[in-house]
T-cell receptor, first 115, second 112 residues
Framework: DSGVTQTPKHLITATGQRVTLRCSPRSGDLSVYWYQQSLDQGLQFLIQYYNGEERAKGNILERFSAQQFPDLHSELNLSSLELGDSALYFC??????????????FGNGTRLTVT | GNSVTQMEGPVTLSEEAFLTINCTYTATGYPSLFWYVQYPGEGLQLLLKATKADDKGSNKGFEATYRKETTSFHLEKGSVQVSDSAVYFCALSAGGRRALTFGSGTRLQVQP
């Protein structure tokens, strides 16, 4: 068990809808990362937050947004959903923001299916 | 930009066979290199890491050596087990960015 909790585990929704994915980082970790895993794109980094502030942005679409709350949990909001957004969305956490020696701890992911 | 290239899978081996999964990278500066493993239905777990040239990361019988001259970080294990069946991802972190850049993953199937 990595200590990172993601909810829900599965989500099925229709095109055009909006969903929110939730992540609770490992106790003591200040940094949260969101990744999208799809069959054709592999693991893509979306966005990183550190102690409530956005720290780095990857291949995140404008239809997607995220935030990290004062209790350090994070939410990823996906709107105007398209079939191509169907994927496994992972949250990861780490203690520090830029210390490359501290590992990332991954949750088990949320599987999103857009129909 | 940063990128990681892994050998295509799936790799199918018999139990006790020798494993090599190739990984090469392109990065600015001096990246840290990682191997993560993903078992079915689970998230990624750190398997091993190396933070500078010639470092060898090792864990659970797996090893990988950071080769700066060939920009490679190949994963090896001398004798695989059925329980090693999983998807293996090579990754790097560079330029002060903690966010990892992943390879496409290599599925390993070990048959009894």
């Amino acid at each position: 068990d990595s200590g990172v909790t993601q909810t829900p585990k599965h989500l099925i929704t229709a095109t055009g809808q909006r969903v929110t994915l939730r992540c609770s980082p490992r106790s003591g970790d200040l940094s949260v990362y969101w990744y999208q895993q799809s069959l054709d794109q592999g693991l893509q980094f979306l966005i990183q937050y550190y102690n409530g502030e956005e720290r780095a942005k990857g291949n995140i679409l404008e239809r997607f947004s995220a935030q990290q709350f004062p209790d350090l949990h994070s939410e990823l909001n996906l709107s105007s959903l398209e079939l191509g957004d169907s994927a496994l969305y992972f949250c990861a956490s780490s203690v520090a923001s830029t210390d490359t020696n501290s590992p990332l701890h991954f949750g088990n992911g949320t599987r999103l299916t857009v129909t | 930009g940063n990128s990681v290239t892994q050998m295509e899978g799936p790799v199918t081996l018999s139990e006790e066979a020798f494993l090599t999964i190739n990984c090469t990278y392109t990065a600015t500066g001096y990246p840290s290199l990682f191997w993560y493993v993903q078992y079915p239905g689970e998230g990624l777990q750190l398997l091993l890491k190396a933070t500078k040239a010639d470092d060898k990361g090792s864990n659970k019988g797996f090893e990988a050596t950071y080769r700066k001259e060939t920009t490679s970080f190949h994963l090896e294990k001398g004798s695989v087990q059925v329980s090693d069946s999983a998807v293996y991802f090579c990754a790097l972190s560079a330029g002060g960015r903690r966010a990892l850049t992943f390879g496409s993953g290599t599925r390993l199937q070990v048959q009894p």
